[in-house]
């Protein structure tokens, strides 16, 4: 198993280690059936002769072993582009599975007691415990779903308060 370090966001490093932990290891290993995983397979590279390996950052990566693709052992560099790619990915990935994971509980918790009152906040925690996620405040978070709801969800047509003339 070949790996390599990346450098991206302290949050979404967090996040992917919880989603894509191999027990007992310190890398992470990304299933075929992710985009993720094409992204990385597709853009390594050799190393360059002015480069090295990176030995440090705070994400290790397995590299993709494809039967019939770029062998790991000598297409081991990922570029500074293709670490920008991973970041975007992982962090797009993150608020998906936000967005959903709050919209899911607070709906299933409105079915089960009509009286109860599952406050966003509560959600957003319960995430960030399930990941260990720490580098990130529940504020952020609370604030992206209330800006995400506001863009995506449908908004009910408001009556146009016209001030009249008085003469």
């Given at each position: 198993?070949?790996?390599?370090?990346?450098?991206i966001n302290p949050a979404m490093a967090e996040y992917a280690k919880a989603v894509f932990a191999v027990p007992g290891k310190s890398y992470i290993k990304v299933p075929h059936t992710y985009q993720?995983?094409?992204?990385?397979?597709?853009?390594?590279?050799?190393?360059?002769?002015?480069?090295?390996?990176?030995?440090?950052?705070?994400?290790?990566?397995?590299?993709?072993?494809?039967?019939g693709g770029k062998c790991p052992q000598v297409n081991n560099y990922i570029s500074q582009r293709t670490t920008t790619l991973v970041d975007q990915l992982?962090?797009?990935?993150?608020?998906?599975?936000?967005?959903h994971f709050v919209d899911e509980y607070r709906s299933r918790v409105k079915r089960e007691d009509t009286r109860s009152v599952f406050y966003i906040k509560d959600c957003v925690y319960m995430f960030l415990q399930q990941y260990n996620i720490t580098?990130?405040?529940?504020?952020?978070?609370?604030?992206?779903?209330?800006?995400?709801?506001?863009?995506?969800?449908?908004?009910?047509?408001?009556?146009?308060?016209?001030?009249?003339?008085?003469?």
């Open positions: 198993m070949v790996t390599t370090f990346i450098t993720l995983y094409h992204v990385i397979a597709n853009n390594m590279i050799k190393t360059p002769k002015n480069c090295v390996v990176p030995n440090s950052g705070n994400l290790e990566i397995a590299l993709p072993a494809q039967s992982i962090t797009s990935m993150f608020w998906a599975h936000l967005h580098a990130i405040t529940e504020g952020a978070l609370v604030k992206n779903y209330y800006r995400w709801t506001c863009s995506n969800r449908r908004q009910l047509n408001k009556r146009d308060y016209k001030t009249s003339d008085k003469s």
